[in-house]
């Protein structure tokens, strides 16, 4: 499958992008966020966070690593930016969230490569311009090409 390529023009589009994501999202749902500091990262978990209906404020989690939250489903919001090496990843012992009970979304997922189970939605943002980004959805998996299609239907990309 092609990955669904969507641009993003504001910070309110992105987030409504995590919505549609937050509102199908199922248990031992995994993504996993790649792209630099300011991509966007963080703004399409605040989406997704509407989309389970979690009522908190949703913060980078940079500095304690997880935060969780409590919508239709828990939500694991997971940030690696501050991991050197991959052991350190690994002795976080992410996996209790990872094969949990609810949505697990990943922030600076490549500095946890190959700890993550092999099914998953993979998600590359890129920085255009101040209000642009580039949004690629990489689906693996059956749910999640399931899910990809869904969301391509619903930004009128099918
Ligand atoms: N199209 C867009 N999509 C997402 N964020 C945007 C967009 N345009 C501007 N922004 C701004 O870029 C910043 C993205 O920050 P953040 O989501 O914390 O990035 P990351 O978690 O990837 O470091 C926010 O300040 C947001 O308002
Ligand atoms: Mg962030």
């Known amino acids: 499958m092609t990955p669904v ?10 987030q409504r992008l995590g919505r ?5 999202a199922w248990v031992g749902e995994v993504i996993l966020l790649v792209g630099e500091l300011g991509a966007g990262k963080t ?6 966070a509407q989309g389970l209906g979690v009522n908190e404020v ?3 989690p940079s500095f304690v690593l ?3 939250y409590s919508g239709r489903l828990p939500m694991y919001h997971m940030d690696l930016y501050r991991m050197e ?10 996996d209790d969230y990872i094969y949990g009970d609810g949505l697990s979304l990943v922030e600076w997922a490549e500095r946890g490569t190959g700890l993550f189970p092999s099914q998953h939605l993979l998600i590359e943002l890129e ?4 209000t642009e980004r580039r949004l690629r959805f990489h689906p693996s998996g059956g749910n999640y090409r399931e899910a990809v299609e869904k969301l ?3 930004v009128g990309k099918a």
């Open 5 to 14: 390529e969507v641009i993003s023009r504001s910070a309110e589009e992105t």
């Open 20 to 24: 549609l994501l937050g509102e199908q």
């Open 43 to 48: 703004c399409l978990v605040q989406g997704m």
């Open 58 to 60: 949703v913060l980078s």
């Open 66 to 68: 997880l935060r969780q």
């Open 85 to 94: 090496r991959l052991n350190e990843v690994a002795d976080l012992g992410l």
């Open 127 to 130: 920085y255009l311009s101040e």
């Open 152 to 154: 391509r239907v619903a």
